[in-house]
């Protein structure tokens, strides 16, 4: 089969979910569908940092403009981030809590670990990005990720650990 870059570009289709970026942009308003089409391509199209810097853009638009989330856009964006390998899985579980609350501050949330993101490329380049390895119960119930920032460390069984 061919690769059709119009129609079917792999850095919109490459989701292990099978749902392809336009079935949960089209669903949102303007700026928060740009934040997901960024989200949704970062990594995997050109400049990583660029597209997730453009997806705060986005984001922040979305939030003075006062943008809300459908729950079917939810639903299905939900339905992405809980695929092992889904591209940005961490960041699209937190915009899925984009209108969770009315006073923003799940927005707030999801801009903060984007910057948070931003930074991890900054810092090193060849980071893959954060995976969430369990989740716990926070403010008004919701289930929110812990992550595993830390890199695997091999220690050497032989020598003694200091304490």
Avoid at 23 to 47: M, Q, S, T, V
Avoid at 50 to 66: H, I, P, T, V
Avoid at 103 to 117: H, Q, S, V
Wanted: charged share 30%; proline share 5%; aromatic share 10%.
């Amino acid at each position: 089969m061919s690769h059709d870059i119009i129609n079917k570009p792999k850095h919109y289709t490459a989701c292990p979910s099978g749902v392809e970026c336009i079935e949960i942009a089209e669903l949102l308003p303007f700026c928060l569908g740009n934040c997901y089409k960024y989200l949704h391509r970062a990594g995997l199209k050109g400049d990583k940092k660029q597209d997730l810097q453009k997806a705060r853009y986005y984001a922040k638009r979305a939030m003075f403009n006062g943008e809300t989330m459908p729950s079917v856009a939810k639903a299905r964006l939900c339905y992405v981030a809980s695929h092992k390998n889904a591209n940005n899985a961490a960041l699209l579980w937190h915009l899925g809590r984009w209108d969770a609350d009315k006073n923003g501050d799940f927005a707030r949330r999801f801009i903060k670990e984007l910057t948070k993101e931003i930074d991890l490329v900054d810092d090193n380049p060849k980071q893959k990005e954060r995976k969430i390895i369990g989740y716990r119960i926070g403010f008004l119930g919701y289930d929110l990720p812990v992550y595993d920032d830390s890199p695997d460390q091999k220690t050497d069984s032989s020598k003694p650990q200091e304490t």
